[in-house]
């Protein structure tokens, strides 16, 4: 897709988040508290004492027009303009940056020069709040002097926080050390360096030490952002909607950027309202407005400053298990090895890692990101662009889960365990599957106690009502970590169509060994979830990811409506949430359409592939992934609803320059064959077609089907996906068949020329 592309499709999911999926709980803003009563306490009073005195200086009548005072203003402005003639944000930076250590920061250096007494700099904060305070539905000035009122008053709770700290008796230079000043950017309007996209941001909220210089930073990256402010000159409902919109998009690039973000906040400034986001793994969740022309609204975001800058740093969505180690340069990791019995829940083992190989950027979600990395801790500082010497992978995500970890089935890291224990002692095959290290539910301290990383305590401190709605039921998400000891490439790596038929033949042998052997079914079939393993020249595939896994062995009828996996992979029966019985043939037919996927967008780098070009959305594989889910489905029942189709639609587009591409299209219809057209079948039973002229997707939106024949239990006795699902083991032993073939085939397979694109 292009970046043109990719943005629109953001857009459009999060305007689906706005209208849908939006929640207001007030009690979100109770997150920012201190946990530390004693922080507690002084954040009181700071906010009481920091919202006293502006009130006061707002007070004061302030100097008109054509005053002495006016003059003396405009005398002070014009002192802090930059080259060109360009406004700068000094009114945030103040006396304090006369003593500041030098850096490269221009401005702040040529600010450091100018006479600005501590009055006068007090002076033009309270001014520019004044001016933001007198906003109703819409700010009097351009959106630049908005952004001046906006930096003016975290300037001016940023002064108040570090006058209490430096001055208190109270509170121990180590707990002090743990606070922050909550300080804007100097540069309003920009794209931060480690952007993905050519999107500017508003404004961006950063930290520094409690004692440092009160001086904003140039330029943060979104790697150094707390927030990001997102600000709209009025207060529509157009307005409050693309504020959130720009601000969840931007937000999004925190998590990618950001290893240790659990979850975000975030601002949007509508004239004279302000409201905070809360991002989690599974909802975004907005307070009630601040309203910046009342005291009670200053008083309010006053507060929520305040807060910000003496929380703890997991209030602020960072992960207490993980450091960065600036004199070694890397990260160390906290990894937990829960028992199976859960009696001992408290061994922790340390590894350390400098890059990942999974990002984490999606806005919601699991927020999956692996790093690799090793338990030898590093004995000198790595050099920049130095990797560590990587033995294992670890893998961090907020999966779905139950909150009574005992009882939660679903535990990926119990799940590799149980494969572990039947595979490492046995496995005369050479069955490539995933080894577990250790594994476990993430903890940490928070006060005296120790806590689960959960939805629940992610949202410790809300109100009941709104927990229930961020964390009940199938909301529930566990911060898991687990480490594995093979270490493999994306499926984006192959380089030929022989190393894609040897990854996919045994990422599903290891499928249907685990199946037969410890009844867990993967469900998630996907390009992310198959790694290219290479050893001594040779060349392997690793199926990983079970998170979605289940044990088939128990009675789980609840799972069959279940939609899980990846949009363009995801079955015909997954993806309609159909009632049919979810078996081994649902993660046949995700690979197949994995390798159709493949076989059409080619083999090498990113960039040379044709999902990024214009020509791949003309074809129509390109309709397994956008659209609504009914229209997916329809597209997918239509391609696989005959050979005929399945050929003329997706096989012909196959990428005709890859070697072996003729090979790739025979063994894409093989599959087919083996999966829609099984020989142990009536052909009224093949593709996707139902007796009597219906369709499933006509009984999926509600077209009236013609009567259909039933067995005495109910079932439909004309689906031929339910038909087949009886025969789930046959079936899905003669596409494995097909694929081994394959694999033993490739041998003969003769390297042609390759054919211009």
């Known amino acids: 897709m292009t970046s043109q592309d990719l943005s629109k499709e953001r857009r459009i999911e999060m305007l689906e988040h706005y209208s849908d999926r939006l929640i207001v709980g007030d009690s979100i803003r109770k997150l920012t508290r201190p946990v530390d009563a004693r922080l507690r306490r002084m954040a009181e009073a700071i906010t009481e004492s920091v919202s006293g005195d502006m009130e006061k200086a707002l007070e004061l009548p302030s100097k008109g027009a054509g005053s002495s005072g006016d003059k003396e203003n405009s005398s002070i402005a014009s002192r802090t303009r930059s080259r060109g003639g360009r406004t700068t944000s000094t009114l945030a930076l103040g006396p304090d940056t006369k003593h500041a250590p030098s850096s490269g920061n221009v401005l702040s250096q040529g600010v450091a020069k100018l006479d600005i007494s501590p009055k006068e700099s007090e002076q033009l904060r309270i001014n520019e709040i004044r001016k933001w305070a007198k906003t109703e539905d819409k700010f009097g000035g351009s959106e630049k002097d908005m952004y001046e009122s906006i930096i003016a008053f975290f300037a001016y709770v940023a002064r108040g926080v570090k006058r209490h700290l430096t001055t208190s008796k109270r509170v121990s230079e180590d707990t002090k050390g743990k606070c922050r000043l909550i300080i804007p950017g100097l540069h309003p309007d920009y794209k931060p360096g480690d952007s993905d996209d050519s999107t500017r941001i508003d404004i961006g909220l950063t930290d520094s030490r409690y004692n440092a210089a009160i001086e904003s930073c140039t330029n943060p990256s979104y790697y150094q952002m707390r927030a990001i402010i997102e600000a709209k000159r009025s207060k529509t409902s157009k307005d409050l909607r693309d504020a959130f919109v720009q601000l969840s998009e931007y937000t999004r690039q925190m998590f990618a950027e950001q290893y240790d973000l659990r979850f975000a906040f975030g601002f949007t400034i509508c004239a004279g309202e302000v409201c905070l986001y809360h991002f989690g793994n599974s909802k975004i969740v907005a307070s009630a407005p601040m309203d910046i022309a009342t005291r009670e609204g200053r008083c309010s975001f006053i507060e929520l400053i305040v ?7 997991s209030r602020l969505g960072r992960d207490p298990t993980m450091q960065f180690l600036s004199d070694l340069n890397c990260w160390e990791i906290d990894c937990p090895d829960d028992e199976d019995n859960f009696a001992s829940r408290d061994t922790v083992k340390q590894y350390y890692f400098s890059d990942l190989i999974c990002v984490a950027d999606r806005l919601l979600g699991r927020h999956t990101r692996c790093f690799p990395a090793t338990d030898i801790r590093p004995t000198k500082k790595r050099e920049k662009g130095e990797p560590l010497k990587a033995t294992v992978v670890i893998k961090d995500a907020f999966a779905f889960a139950k909150p009574d970890a005992s009882e939660d089935d679903r535990d990926e890291a119990r799940t590799l365990k149980r494969i572990r224990s039947e595979f490492e002692s046995k496995n005369p095959d050479d069955i490539m599957y995933p080894k577990i290290v250790v594994g476990g539910r993430v903890r940490f301290k ?19 009502e709104l927990l229930e709605k961020v964390s009940g039921g199938t909301l529930f998400r566990a911060h898991r970590r687990i480490v594995l000891a093979s270490i493999g490439e994306p499926l984006r790596t192959v380089g030929s169509v022989k190393e894609f038929v040897t990854v996919i033949c045994d990422a599903m042998e290891s499928h249907h060994a685990i199946v037969e052997r410890c009844q867990i079914l993967h469900r ?7 790694l290219v393993v290479r050893e001594k020249g040779a060349v392997r595939g690793l ?8 044990d088939t062995s128990k009675d789980r009828g609840d799972v069959r409506h279940e939609m899980t996996g990846t949009l363009p992979y995801m079955s015909f029966n997954n993806i309609t949430y159909s009632n049919v019985k979810r078996t081994s043939l649902d993660d046949c037919e995700s690979m197949l359409y994995l390798l159709c996927w493949y076989a059409t967008i080619g083999f090498g780098s990113k960039d040379e592939r044709d999902e990024a070009k214009v020509a791949f959305k003309k074809k129509a594989i390109a309709q397994w992934r956008n659209g609504g889910m009914d229209s997916i489905a329809e597209a997918k029942r239509l391609h696989i609803a005959s050979p005929i189709n399945f050929v003329d639609c997706i096989v012909k587009k196959f990428d005709t320059a890859a070697k072996h591409s003729m090979e790739l299209r025979g063994l894409a219809l093989r599959l087919y064959q083996a999966l829609f057209e099984s020989r142990h079948f009536d052909t009224k039973f093949h593709g996707s077609r139902m007796t009597g002229g219906g369709s499933l997707m006509a009984e999926l ?14 079932f ?21 068949d097909v694929l081994a073939r394959a694999k033993e085939d490739m041998v003969n397979w003769v390297d ?3 054919q211009p694109r």
Do not use: H
């Open 307 to 313: 807060n910000m800058s003496l929380c703890e740093n």
């Open 446 to 464: 928070r006060g005296d106690k120790t806590i689960e990383d959960t939805t629940s305590t992610m949202y410790e401190g809300v109100d009941d």
């Open 524 to 530: 998630d079939i996907s390009d992310n979830n198959i």
């Open 543 to 550: 199926l990983i990811d079970f998170d979605c896994a289940i």
């Open 701 to 714: 939106l509600g077209i009236q089907p013609q009567p259909t024949a039933t067995s005495g239990d109910g």
């Open 716 to 736: 439909d006795e004309s689906n031929p996906f339910a038909m087949r699902s009886r025969e789930w083991e046959v079936i899905s032993r003669d596409f494995l």
């Open 752 to 754: 042609a020329p390759q």
